[in-house]
């Protein structure tokens, strides 16, 4: 059946992840990234979320990293938050876009100053050679940005992911799970319910 209320599956996440936000002992916002590279093979990883509106979910990243250049190759994605807690997850499919640069400079300002140098001093999913290789790069972006404003790296941006799928799981007994679907259609979002 169509949805009238577009906001509904947003609304019941953010009353679930507020809950979270009360049982969850760390980072209640992390959830399960997967995406496809250009190969066809499937990898998973753990980011945070830093956003959740209507528009869909956000998230941050090297553009240089293996997660990047999935993306550009596939720009599809999975998430999965699992809040074990509430005994709940959610599991989130869509296509991924870029955030507009003024976002991303608005966020990453927000960073802590050791994590906005951080982004600078990592050439993430390269090899390191050693751990001294790392400290180094964290020095040399130290002494580069002084006691100066730290911009934003051209290779660090974030992604939108633009549901078309929301499944809401919750734990019921004996594997009886309770599991909601919102389906995005033209005209909002179909809803329906999937044996466990």
């Given amino acids: 059946m169509a949805d009238a209320a577009l906001n509904e599956p947003f609304d019941r996440f953010k009353a679930w992840f507020e809950e979270a936000g009360k049982s969850e002992p760390t980072d209640p916002n992390a959830m399960t990234l997967a995406t496809v590279g250009a190969d066809g093979r499937p990898t998973a990883r753990m980011v945070l979320l830093k ?16 997660k990047g250049d ?7 994605a999975a998430l999965c938050f699992h809040w074990k807690p509430l005994k709940r997850q959610v599991r989130i499919e869509g296509a991924v876009h870029p955030v507009e640069p003024e976002t991303a400079d608005a966020y990453f300002a927000s960073r802590h100053r050791s994590s906005q140098i951080g982004a600078w001093a990592s050439r993430q999913s390269r090899e390191l050679e050693d751990r001294f290789a790392l400290e180094k790069r964290v020095a040399e972006f130290t002494a580069k940005f002084g006691f100066g404003k730290v911009p ?7 992604f939108l992911l633009v549901p078309d799928r929301i499944e809401f799981w919750e734990e019921r007994p004996f594997r009886l799970h309770e599991r909601l679907v919102y389906q995005r ?3 909002g979002w179909a809803t329906s319910r999937l044996y466990p």
């Fill in 51 to 66: 956003d959740a509106t209507p528009a869909g979910f956000t998230f941050y990243t090297n553009l240089e990293s293996r």
């Fill in 70 to 76: 999935a993306l550009k190759a596939n720009p599809f």
């Fill in 152 to 158: 934003r790296p051209p290779f660090w941006s974030g």
């Fill in 185 to 187: 259609r033209p005209d």
